[in-house]
Every structure is written in C-alpha cells, then in structure tokens.
C-alpha cells in the first residue's frame, strides 16, 4: 500500500525569523507571506485575541491559494502596560520601544493558525514568553540601531540565542521570541499531523 506523501508545509509570513527556525528544523516549506495589512493593536486589550486574529487573518489570505497543504501562519507582538508594542516604523520609532522596554520586563505574545487544505483542519493557539530587555546607553541604543537588526522586529529588536548582550529571556521559549514556538509546533505536528 503505497504511503501518503507529506503535506506540503506553506509559511504565510515573510518573516526571516520564522523562516530561519523553520530551515534549522529540516522542514521543507513554501514562503506565500499573507500581504495583510496587520492591525496596529491602538485599541488591543485582550493581548491572546489580539496575536490570534491577526495570525487567523494571515491564514484566511493564503488558505484559498492552495487545493492542499498545510498553511503555517503566525504574529508575534510585544505586550507591556496593557499595550501593544509591534513593529517599529523607522529608527527614531525603534529609538522609542527600545527606551519603553530597556531595564524591564515584558510579555512577547505568538498567536499561531495552522489550516490543513483540503479537509479544512484547524488547530490555533496563543503562546507567550517573559523577555528583559537592558536598558541601553546612548552609545548602545546609537550601534544597535546602526545595525538594523530591528528591522520588521516587533519590540524593535532581534534576540540572539546565545549571549545577548540587550535582551534575555525570562521564562518561556527563545524561539517564540524569534518568531514561531518551535516546541509547541513540533508537538502539535506529532499530536495532529504526524
């Protein structure tokens, strides 16, 4: 009896994070990111509603492109003061987050979708990881932002996994903080997918 090809992984992001992580697991996958225009989470007040819509309306977007497949998408924002701290629009706004975020801790939230085509499958959850960010020097915060490591981060920086100099996970999963729960994602594709 011949057995079922694998399914054919599609990532609705164009997010080098998600991809990165994605790579270093050895899964073979398709990038179709979602093309949304994101909600900017001004009025967010239930932080899990607001990373599992946004991540639901990605997978709505590229869903209908494919007959079969199994479409990954994902948002990731920074939670603190009951407010939404996402992507930064340029230097001086980056400049801003990090100072809102340096010397404390806050929450970074995941909402993740995964949507099997053709059967219609879909399992969706919401993941957070407690992450201090240093409070930077002028001269710091002047060569971080001139590496542009910020660029399309929420909470305007990119996490290294080893020896961060800025920024330090809490509690929680390094790899949410890079984009995708990769722990929880493996499980869920032995629990349903495997």
Not at 74 to 90: E, F, R
Request: with cysteine.
């Amino acid at each position: 009896m011949a057995t079922q090809p694998p399914l054919r992984l599609i990532l609705a992001s164009g997010s080098r994070g998600r991809r990165y992580l994605l790579e270093r697991a050895g899964l073979a996958f398709d990038v179709h990111p979602a093309n949304i225009d994101e909600p900017t989470g001004a009025d967010a007040t239930d932080i899990r509603h607001y990373v599992h819509t946004t991540a639901w309306m990605k997978a709505v977007a590229i869903a209908p492109c494919f007959e079969a497949g199994l479409i990954l998408a994902a948002d990731t924002v920074g939670w603190i003061d009951g407010k939404v701290i996402g992507k930064p629009a340029d230097a001086d706004d980056a400049r801003r987050i990090l100072r809102t975020l340096g010397g404390r801790e806050h929450e970074l939230w995941t909402g993740v979708v995964l949507w099997r085509r053709p059967d219609g499958l879909q399992i969706g959850w919401q993941e957070m990881t407690r992450v201090f960010v240093k409070a930077l020097t002028d001269q710091e915060m002047d060569a971080y932002l001139a590496t542009r490591q910020w660029e399309g981060c929420s909470g305007a920086y990119a996490i290294q996994e080893e020896n961060d100099p800025y920024v330090r996970v809490v509690s929680g999963s390094v790899s949410n903080v890079i984009g995708l729960p990769m722990e929880t994602l493996a499980d869920v594709f032995r629990a349903h997918f495997g």
